[in-house]
């Protein structure tokens, strides 16, 4: 078996290769990667899996370090062609069917049960924010469901939940994704190329590789955008995905052809409305928390609105630790579970 080996963050990083055999889309040999903070110290007591979003991979040290300080053991993944895990010849990002992330989101979960023999929270950013309900849906179809699985709850950040723009894009436009989408997966969207939120990042000082992770973003294919818009139908239909969960998003979003600073205040990526619309449809016990003044990645903030997010998402976690299923009130019911929404700062 392949071992940790020291991971480009630095001390207390190493990472483990998890090879996934031949891909599906048929690019060739393909991995994912398993990142783990150890910090010298006491032995944590939990066990918190992250996982990022699209033109992205795992670099937020402050992310792994806070989770640390709280009690927990911090891994991260980088998804078969992002980040770490890509290799010439592949395609940035590109998968035709999100189940595809199956194979190494199950395997970093019994790796992490394994060494820490903990129950796990999952932690996930933007598009990763829709791959995990939809797997974490799956699983809790099986004997024992996800809780059964070690599974014990999952926060989403700025998770992306439809496809930003105006309604005839996503009616009119999801059918002409899906057609070019089977026929011609490898064709690049023809969208503008912006780097504002790229540079919203990179002019608050947060530090990364853009190779994997350029201003610009990668481009779409019609054939990943097929597989998102099939992800998000399947959302919108209702899942259960059989844990508590946390939404953490920003206020207010905004679009900009170039940047500004105002931009470091909003979501410059997707539509937070969105957002709450379908925060409803994870089921079980869901809470959603608006940052004032966060980024579309809350924990890439800047300073006021990033202690906000870890104030909530510490609030959140002490809860989890504490709560039974009959310990919630101020809940409003929907169809598709308990949802509770409350502005930062609120009492809890």
Excluded at 37 to 65: I, K, N, S, W
Excluded at 117 to 140: C, K
Excluded at 250 to 267: E, H, L, M, N, Q
Aim: aromatic fraction near 8%; hydrophobic fraction near 40%.
């Amino acid at each position: 078996m392949t071992t940790w080996q020291p991971d480009i963050l630095g001390d207390g990083y190493q990472q483990l290769v998890l090879p996934l055999g031949t891909d599906p889309d048929g690019e060739g040999e393909i991995s994912a990667t398993l990142v783990r903070y150890q910090p010298v110290g006491d032995a944590p007591h939990r066990a918190v899996l992250y996982v990022h979003g699209f033109t992205d991979y795992f670099f937020q040290q402050h992310l792994a370090e806070h989770f640390a300080a709280q009690g927990y053991r911090f891994f991260a993944l980088d998804l078969r062609k992002c980040g770490r895990s890509r290799a010439p010849g592949h395609t940035p990002h590109f998968v035709t069917d999100l189940s595809y992330y199956d194979a190494e989101l199950e395997e970093a979960l019994r790796i992490v049960r394994a060494e820490t023999g903990e129950e796990v929270l999952l932690v996930a950013h933007s598009t990763g924010g829709l791959v995990l309900p939809l797997w974490l849906d799956r699983l809790n179809k099986r004997p024992g469901g996800t809780a059964g699985a070690g599974i014990r709850g999952v926060v989403l950040n700025s998770p992306w939940f439809d496809l930003q723009g105006p309604s005839y894009l996503r009616n009119v436009g999801t059918l002409a994704i899906d057609l070019l989408g089977r026929i011609r997966p490898k064709d690049v969207v023809p969208l503008k190329k912006l780097d504002t939120y790229g540079m919203s990042l990179r002019s608050g000082g947060w530090n990364y590789n853009l190779d994997w992770k350029p201003l610009t973003g990668f481009p779409l294919t019609f054939g990943w955008l097929r597989a998102v818009r099939r992800g998000h139908a399947q959302l919108h239909r209702g899942l259960d995905i059989g844990v508590p969960s946390l939404i953490l998003r920003s206020t207010a979003s905004r679009s900009a052809p170039k940047y500004d600073p105002a931009i470091d205040t909003v979501d410059a990526v997707l539509d937070v409305r969105q957002i709450a619309r379908w925060a409803g449809c994870l089921g079980d016990r869901t809470t959603i928390v608006p940052i004032e003044g966060a980024r579309h990645d809350v924990f890439l903030s800047t300073p006021g609105p990033l202690a906000a997010s870890f104030r909530e998402l510490d609030r959140w976690l002490e809860g989890l630790d504490n709560h039974d299923s009959n310990d919630h009130t101020a809940d409003i019911r929907t169809a598709a579970g308990n949802v509770q929404t409350r502005t930062a700062g609120d009492p809890a």
